[in-house]
């Protein structure tokens, strides 16, 4: 273990490599600077810019879209928002619990995906986060040109009748999302800190207008607040469960590459109490302001309009209009450049770490935003709900089962950092690069609720994939990982490898 001396450094539980480690694997075919454990003096988010960060990423277009689209499937308002957050309580567990990687070690996702998948398995699991980050990339980009495109038409009905104008929009907001990505955490970290206020100010603004516009018609809160659901009768749990999978799925992606961002958190306090004050809180509150104005364009305008960039192509005043734009710009780019840029990035830079920075990984998720086709994506409330967030939650509910299981059962919070980029000498290669039980695994977990999309009498399990496959995992994986020994670190390798210092004030 000579050569493995002192190769990671602790101070106050926070771990780091040592500028010797990190000297040693420069040439490294596995390491670069960007997948590299983050530096401690580079850990600078505080509980603030955490909350920050989700109340940027939870006010958002399809928070708006998953709580009134909700209700058009046939709940009532009241039980829309229970389903949003009770989905949001359930996916706190797994965020919370996959942060802690993060914060401690310093590590990305693909590197964090090491440890369950192996150094070359990483890739099945990175990519496959990837493609999501990718398609909601696309999705947002879309929302985002669509009201810069509804405020033109307002001010230029020229312009409104151009069939060329929504794809001019689209490219312009496409642009502006990555060259602000491309620009890094410090970048996003200024952003969501600038943006979070000025959402909160707008999606009160938005409230007071939908109430002016319902006390105008003669109405109240009342009128809006009393709709009643619409389902037939005993349709309720066909509505319900799979409007909470898909609330589930709906920051499930985050629940894997959270340890993108909880990396640059000052400790654990921060990133737990930044998640637990600007998730959960967030996302009611502002499905709450979707369900409001849903409801309140069904008397204003005759019909409910659960898409915001229409609503605001209807609004006559063209201030009011640039303000719900603009409103809708700042909410998009706060979402889309920290939810789906980071993660696909530094994927696409894991799979080849010498030739791929993440600035390259930015463009090349920016092109497969376009080539995904959001506007297809988004052409039903029903198929943006069901089809779309129902059916990846369903394999990705088994990732972060296993990611917990192997984490905290299998390795007890203890890792080897300068192995994470090593090959077949290191503890993670697993014999050939990928730990064929962590495939295993995501098979076994996923199987179950995808029969259920094709065979009704399984249904059950797909109405619920997300969280019956994350339960499958958990057991699963530290069953086939029980005789696995070679991967683990022992408490006395962690004391010959780890320096221990003691922080000072």
Request: aromatic share 14%; net charge neutral; charged share 15%.
């Amino acid at each position: 273990m000579a050569e493995k001396r002192k190769t990671q450094r602790e101070v106050n539980g926070l771990y780091e490599l040592t500028e010797s480690a990190r000297e040693a694997l420069k040439d490294n075919v596995y390491y670069n600077e960007d997948l590299a454990p983050t530096k401690l003096k580079e850990r600078t988010w505080t509980t603030y810019h955490i909350a920050a960060l989700w109340v940027g990423m939870s006010v958002c277009i399809p928070t708006y879209m998953m709580a009134s689209g909700i209700m058009a499937a046939g709940l009532s308002w009241w039980q829309a928002i229970l389903n949003i957050a009770l989905g949001n309580l359930i996916v706190l567990i797994p965020m919370q619990l996959n942060s802690h990687a993060g914060t401690k070690y310093g590590i990305p996702y693909p590197v964090f995906a090491r440890l369950a998948f192996g150094i070359r398995g990483s890739h099945i699991a990175a990519i496959a986060r990837a493609i999501v980050a990718a398609g909601w990339f696309g999705i947002q980009c879309w929302i985002g040109g669509g009201a810069i495109n509804g405020v033109i038409s307002v001010m230029s009905p020229t312009w409104g009748a151009w069939a060329g104008g929504i794809w001019v929009s689209f490219f312009i907001f496409w642009a502006l999302n990555v060259w602000i990505a491309y620009n890094g955490a410090e970048a996003i970290k200024f952003m969501e800190a600038w943006g979070a206020p000025i959402l909160g100010v707008l999606s009160v603004g938005l409230m007071l207008w939908a109430y002016n516009g319902v006390t105008a018609a003669g109405q109240t809160i009342g009128s809006v607040l009393n709709m009643p659901a619409t389902y037939a009768p005993g349709e309720f749990w066909k509505i319900f469960l799979p409007s909470l999978t898909a609330n589930i799925a709906f920051w499930s992606t985050l629940a894997l590459n959270i340890p993108d961002f909880s990396r640059y958190a000052k400790s654990q306090k921060d990133q737990f109490n930044g998640q637990l004050l600007g998730l959960p809180t967030t996302m009611a509150a502002f499905a709450f302001v979707g369900v409001f104005v849903t409801g309140a364009t069904g008397i204003i305008f005759g019909e409910f309009l659960w898409d915001p960039v229409a609503v605001i192509a209807k609004i006559d005043s063209p201030l009011a209009a640039l303000l719900g734009a603009f409103g809708i710009a700042i909410a998009t780019l706060t979402t889309n450049i920290a939810a789906n840029v980071v993660a696909p990035a530094n994927g696409i830079s894991n799979l080849n770490p010498k030739k791929i920075s993440y600035k390259m990984g930015t463009l090349i998720t920016g092109v497969a935003g376009v080539v995904i086709m959001p506007w297809r994506l988004l052409a039903t409330a029903g198929g943006y709900i069901f089809g779309w967030l129902g059916t990846y939650g369903l394999f990705l509910g088994p990732l972060a089962g296993m990611y917990i299981a192997d984490y905290y059962i299998y390795r007890k919070k203890i890792l080897d950092l300068d192995d994470l980029f090593k090959g077949e000498e290191g503890r993670y290669w697993y014999g050939n690069g990928i730990n064929e039980k962590a495939i295993y695994t995501w098979i076994i977990a996923a199987i179950v609720p995808l029969l259920g999309r094709f065979i009704p009498a399984l249904s059950f399990f797909a109405d619920n994939g997300w969280i019956i496959g994350f339960l499958i995992a958990l057991l699963v994986y530290p069953a086939l990982m029980k005789n696995e020994t070679s991967s683990l670190v022992s408490e006395s390798e962690d004391a010959e490898i780890t320096d221990r210092v003691k922080a000072t004030n």
